[in-house]
T-cell receptor
Framework: KQEVTQIPAALSVPEGENLVLNCSFT??????LQWFRQDPGKGLTSLLL?????REQTSGRLNASLDKSSGRSTLYIAASQPGDSATYLC????????????FGKGTMLLVSP | NAGVTQTPKFRVLKTGQSMTLLCAQD?????MYWYRQDPGMGLRLIHY???????AKGEVPDGYNVSRLKKQNFLLGLESAAPSQTSVYFC???????????FGSGTRLTVV
């Protein structure tokens, strides 16, 4: 059974720092990996989607990398801002067509002014 | 483009009452899902559907039923609510291709 682990569980940084969130998964035979953001009391917003054939994806100050063979993904946030404060979730999809997403439990990020 | 819309957003039920949560998507997605999110447990799949008229059980299906009579709608029913079903419920949809999932904004349900 696929298991997804996110480290750290919580992170507090001052504004302006570059930071890395980690995601690892036990079965490397994934189809794609998706990073989400969740604000308190809100739904999940998709940030980046990386297909298994890709090494990284970028959107603005966010960069996600994927090393499928080692079962790891990182989300890099450049020049963090207080508005980045949220919980970040990674999830893996194991095959094409229907398959459920397996989620990590998230990293709660607090960026202080 | 509304994406995935869930109704209601909040609800308080008494133990034993029934209710239906509605999920609607306007992206012509084939697949739809119901998840629940609980502190310390993460997101867990309740039921899912791979197309109109089909449903299947996920990880935690007990106490819930679902129906997908139309491609754009996926209903989650609680026949006899229990306090253990207090949670935040999320609906999601995806296409058959390599696109990711799109989530609704959630329904916060409290059973007293």
């Amino acid at each position: 059974k696929q298991e997804v682990t996110q480290i750290p569980a919580a992170l507090s940084v001052p504004e302006g720092e570059n930071l890395v969130l980690n995601c690892s998964f036990t079965d490397s035979a994934i189809y794609n990996l998706q990073w989400f953001r969740q604000d308190p009391g809100k739904g999940l917003t998709s940030l980046l989607l990386i297909q298994s054939s890709q090494r990284e994806q970028t959107s603005g100050r966010l960069n996600a990398s994927l090393d499928k063979s080692s079962g790891r993904s990182t989300l890099y946030i450049a020049a963090s801002q207080p508005g980045d404060s949220a919980t970040y979730l990674c999830a893996v999809k194991e095959n094409s067509g229907y398959s459920t997403l397996t989620f990590g439990k998230g990293t709660m990020l607090l960026v202080s002014p | 483009n509304a994406g995935v819309t869930q109704t209601p957003k909040f609800r308080v039920l008494k133990t034993g009452q029934s209710m239906t949560l509605l999920c609607a998507q306007d992206m012509n997605h084939e697949y739809m899902y119901w998840y629940r999110q609980d502190p310390g447990m993460g997101l867990r799949l309740i039921h899912y559907s791979v197309g109109e008229g089909t449903t299947a059980k996920g990880e935690v299906p007990d106490g819930y039923n679902v129906s997908r009579l139309k491609k754009q709608n996926f209903l989650l029913g609680l026949e006899s609510a229990a306090p253990s079903q207090t949670s935040v419920y999320f609906c999601a949809s995806s296409s058959r291709g390599s696109d990711g999932y799109t989530f609704g904004s959630g329904t916060r349900l409290t059973v007293v």
